[in-house]
Structure formats: C-alpha cells, structure tokens
T-cell receptor, first 115, second 112 residues
C-alpha cells in the first residue's frame, strides 16, 4: 500500500449524512483516482484527477464529489444523493498524465457502511 | 463499464500446483496489467504487458497476451498458501489519458 494513506479505515454513516474520505500520497504523483468496490466485484472509477485544481467524472460519479487543491491530497465526499453508498472505497495514484502506460499505486481502502 | 472479465471466477488448488487465470477484454488497448488484492486490502501491482508484447515473466509469474483474441492469461507457478488472494486484470485503452478499466477478478485459494 506504500506511499498512499486513506482514512478512516472503517466509517459508519447515517442515512442523509455527507461523509468525506481522506486520501493522501507522498509519491509526488500527478494523477489520483477514486474507485468503488462492491462485494465480489471489480473496481469502478468514480473520479480522477490529472493535475491540481482539475478533475473529471468517472463511470459512477453521481452522488459523489471531489476536490484537488493540493497535489498530495484528493478527498472524496459521499453525499446523501448517493443511493447505495455502502462499499469499499479505494484511492490510487500514478506518476503519468496523458497517453502512456503506468502503474497505479493503491491505498489500503476505506470501508463505508450506511446504518 | 467493466472491460475485462476474468475466468474462472474462483479457483482452488493445493500448494505446489500451478494456477492459471484468464482475462478477456473488448476494445483495443495500450497495455494490460495484473493486480493482486488480499482480502479487505488495497490492490498491488504485479506485472504489466504492453500491446506489442506476447509474453512476460516476473519471478513465479508468467503473463501472456493475445491481442487478436483480446485475451490474457496469468500463470502462477508452484503456488504457495500466501498466494491466496483475488487477482484482477486491468486494461488501459488507447484513448488518451490513462484510465484503467478493471475486470471482475479471480478469487484464488491455495490450500497447504
């Protein structure tokens, strides 16, 4: 998981509340990503950011929001508009922006449960 | 959208045996990567193979890529109990910025 931290590890939310998941990296990577993983499933892209102050929607952005004010930080807010927020959330980063190939490095994840 | 689909969904073997898992994808790619995920943890990169490569090795791992069939396979030789994990393929489509599209994963159980 090295170089990327996510907090908290477990998060419980009541229906109707917004919650923010933290993601910090010290790898000096330009690009950062948020994924959602449901039980027994692959990863689905929520949002990604290539540079500071810029981000794009992924495949399932509805009900989520992000910011990228610093290169090393990419927090994700799960809003009350997200109908099924209970899931495992993974943050990742990579060193390249643009056409090319590179490895993504993942944090340890945050498990969000809506009560 | 999930471009890759792994096969089988689950695989159970004994230590010392080889494990083979397959990945199929739908569109042209720049490269294909394999990742490993231990239960409840983040993903760890294992190996990357570019679209102009056919085979690649890394330790006990061997990856093949057949772009004509849009498929890849991951072979783990001499499996160990510590190899128990889920394995995902991820493709990087040739449409500009590198976004990875992950498959649904193969759950591997290696019994002592």
């Amino acid at each position: 998981d090295g170089g990327i931290t996510q907090s908290p590890k477990y998060l419980f939310r009541k229906e109707g509340q917004n919650v923010t998941l933290s993601c910090e990296q010290n790898l000096n990577h330009d690009a950062m990503y948020w994924y959602r993983q449901d039980p027994g499933q692959g990863l689905r892209l929520i949002y990604y950011s290539q540079i500071v102050n810029d981000f794009q929607k992924g495949d399932i952005a509805e009900g989520y929001s992000v910011s990228r004010e610093k290169k090393e930080s990419f927090p994700l807010t799960v809003t009350s508009a997200q109908k099924n927020p209970t899931a495992f959330y993974l943050c990742a980063s990579s060193s390249i922006a643009g056409v090319g190939t590179d490895t993504q490095y993942f944090g340890p994840g945050t498990r969000l449960t809506v009560l | 959208s999930q471009q890759g689909e792994e096969d089988p969904q689950a695989l159970s073997i004994q230590e010392g045996e080889n494990a083979t898992m397959n990945c199929s994808y739908k569109t042209s790619i720049n490269n294909l990567q394999w990742y490993r995920q231990n239960s409840g943890r983040g993903l760890v990169h294992l190996i990357l193979i570019r679209s102009n490569e056919r085979e690649k090795h890394s330790g006990r791992l061997r990856v093949t890529l057949d772009t004509s069939k849009k498929s890849s396979s991951l072979l783990i030789t001499a499996s160990r109990a510590a190899d128990t994990a889920s394995y995902f393929c991820a493709t990087d489509t040739d449409t500009g910025f590198q976004k990875l599209v992950f498959g649904t994963g193969t759950r591997l159980l290696v019994s002592p």
